[in-house]
């Protein structure tokens, strides 16, 4: 199929390709398939070093790879996970608006915010689907058809335990030679998470015929069935769920 002379308009790259993936249309999902749209995701080994044992039944990780609705509907899906937020993390408050942060000039990356009960799912295995099922880490401010800094491979620590499981398992797979290059993500300190504009949450939920994410996103999500079915679960936790659980 050859398409010519298409208007696209949007203020951000990523509403631009959307609007692009609607223009050329339903003819464009059959013509490739999730499959074949995706980046092609691998069982890597799990981390060799594991967070220490807490006390505590919930536990936060923010990590950042690409558009945050895949992330988040990837992580919707897992065993021991009780809530995923899309938003903002690298910058300051007053820049954390998706309008802002898509000018890739703020200093945030889209991010998420997983919420999980460590005796059911480990920080370690939280960066192994990452690592495996949620992004290419070896691109460098880009994922996919998305580019720009907002869109970096980034994990966000938030304490000495999480660093030293992400600084372990970077090394762990770079000496592994799990990638044709060399990981590209960023290890940086959480100094703050900030939620994104509510008609984000739950995007690929909602969404699920939307161009970009039957593309992009419900790969991934297919990819961790397949590839941790000991963890996946087919009912995603929304946030709506959450947060009315949570009342």
């Known amino acids: 199929m ?10 951000t790259p990523r509403e631009r390709c959307v609007a692009g993936l609607a223009v050329i249309g ?6 490739l398939t999730p499959a074949r749209a995706a ?8 981390p060799s070093v594991e967070a220490g044992p807490h006390d505590d039944r919930v536990q936060t990780a923010v990590i950042a790879g690409g558009c945050f609705w895949g992330i988040q509907a990837v992580f919707q899906h897992v065993k021991g ?8 993390s690298g910058g300051a408050k007053d820049t954390a608006a998706y309008e802002t942060v898509s000018t890739g000039r703020t200093g ?3 991010s998420v915010q997983i919420m999980f009960d460590p005796h059911q799912v480990s920080y370690g295995r939280i960066l ?21 800094t ?12 999480q660093k ?6 970077v090394a762990q797979l770079t000496r592994a030679g799990v990638y044709p290059r060399p990981i590209v993500t960023k290890l940086d300190p959480l100094v703050a998470f900030y939620p994104a504009e509510a008609y984000h949450q739950d995007y690929a939920v909602r969404h699920p015929a939307d161009p970009y994410i039957a593309l992009y996103d419900l790969p991934k999500v297919d990819d961790l069935r397949r590839l941790f079915p000991d963890l996946y679960r087919e009912v995603p936790v929304t946030v709506m769920a959450a947060t009315n659980s949570n009342k």
């Open 2 to 11: 050859i398409v010519t002379a298409i208007s696209v308009r949007g203020s």
């Open 26 to 31: 339903v003819s464009l999902a059959l013509c």
């Open 39 to 46: 980046q092609a995701a691998t069982l890597l080994p799990a």
């Open 81 to 88: 996970v009780t809530r995923v937020l899309a938003g903002y």
């Open 108 to 110: 945030h990356a889209e």
């Open 128 to 148: 192994q689907i990452y690592f495996s099922v949620g992004h290419d880490p070896t691109e460098l401010n880009r994922q996919g058809p998305d580019v720009g």
């Open 150 to 161: 907002q869109y970096r491979s980034a994990i966000f620590y938030a304490n000495d335990d």
């Open 164 to 169: 030293r499981v992400a600084q372990s398992y």
